[in-house]
């Protein structure tokens, strides 16, 4: 199959008009409409269907899309590493990670990666898990370096994900409030007097839902999550600048803790323990930059976690 009729595709339906999309590929219309309907008549399917405002993808074109872009990029990508290999270009990496590590584990691990392979070029997309997982299946990142939704075994296969996993360790989420909050000198703290405080919370689709699920289970609807954001400088902030009680993983305000100006809260029921390692696609070849930097990964996360203390409650 022509993979030009497949970027064209790809065009059309990312603009919903064969117009804008024949303008952004430099092309006349009538043209861009025959090589859709070569592809039509090569898959034995109609793509697309008149809209109001231009055209929509059938069932058929929805179904086709995330396969047409999966090539697409996979092609890209091969003629990246082919340009590296004659030595015209830098070999890239591109990983998926957490917002969770945007400033634990990964830059150190970027920086001895640099030490050891001077050519490298990586490119680091941050999202949540859910958004990286997508990501991964439709080989626009070669893996991706995050906490896990369901705690797999380790290298074991993600349920219907066609993607394999390798546990590196285990990351603990708690509840902290800064020194001189209220709740600050408790010793233990009963759930009914954190419903009225507002929170900040990760956003994080499991780690939301297990923050209100524990309020649930003990009897008692969820206080107000005033804050969400994927950001973990600003949940840093949150605490404290804003004075909210939060839960993050122990990491993140680690220095603060030390320097006594953050507290963590004896909450067991606000404990929550995480998987934390690679994922990558079951299928597909591994270049030589991605195994570089997952060996990387692998010794720099045991390095790191290995030089902290457990601070399971």
């Known amino acids: 199959m022509d993979i030009e009729l497949l970027r064209y595709f790809s065009a059309v339906a990312g603009r919903g008009s064969i117009g804008l999309a024949a303008l952004d590929l430099n092309m006349t219309q009538p043209a861009l409409t025959r090589s859709v309907q070569r592809l039509e008549k090569a898959l034995a399917g109609k793509l697309f269907e008149r809209g109001p405002k231009g055209v929509v993808l059938t069932a058929f074109g929805e179904t086709y899309l995330p396969y047409a872009k999966a090539i697409l990029n996979e092609s890209a990508r091969a003629a990246d590493e082919l340009r590296a290999f004659r030595g015209l270009e830098k070999a890239k990496v591109r990983v998926g990670i957490s917002p969770n590590f945007v400033s634990y584990i990964v830059p150190e691990a970027v920086r001895r990666l640099f030490a050891e392979y001077p050519g490298v070029t990586v490119s680091l997309a941050t999202e949540t898990y859910e958004n990286l997982t997508r990501m991964l299946r439709g080989y626009e990142i070669d893996f991706v370096f995050s906490q896990f939704l369901d705690n797999p075994a380790n290298l074991d296969v993600a349920p219907g994900e066609h993607l394999r996993r390798e546990t590196l360790f285990e990351s603990h989420s708690r509840a902290y409030v800064r020194a001189d909050h209220p709740l600050a000198q408790a010793h233990k703290i009963d759930l009914g007097k954190l419903v009225n405080h507002e929170w900040a919370i990760p956003l994080q689709m ?108």
């Open 206 to 313: 499991s780690l939301v839902y297990r923050f209100e699920h524990a309020f649930r289970t003990a009897g008692f609807s969820g206080p107000v999550q005033k804050i969400n954001t994927s950001s973990m400088t600003f949940m840093k902030a949150a605490v404290l600048d804003f004075g909210l009680p939060a839960v993050v993983p122990d990491h993140v305000l680690e220095e603060d803790v030390r320097a006594k100006r953050v507290v963590a809260l004896n909450v067991p029921e606000l404990v929550f323990d995480y998987q934390v390692g690679l994922s990558w696609r079951a299928r597909g070849t591994h270049t030589p930059a991605m195994t570089a930097f997952a060996r990387i990964l692998r010794e720099t996360s045991a390095a790191v976690e290995g030089a902290r203390k457990p601070q399971k409650t």
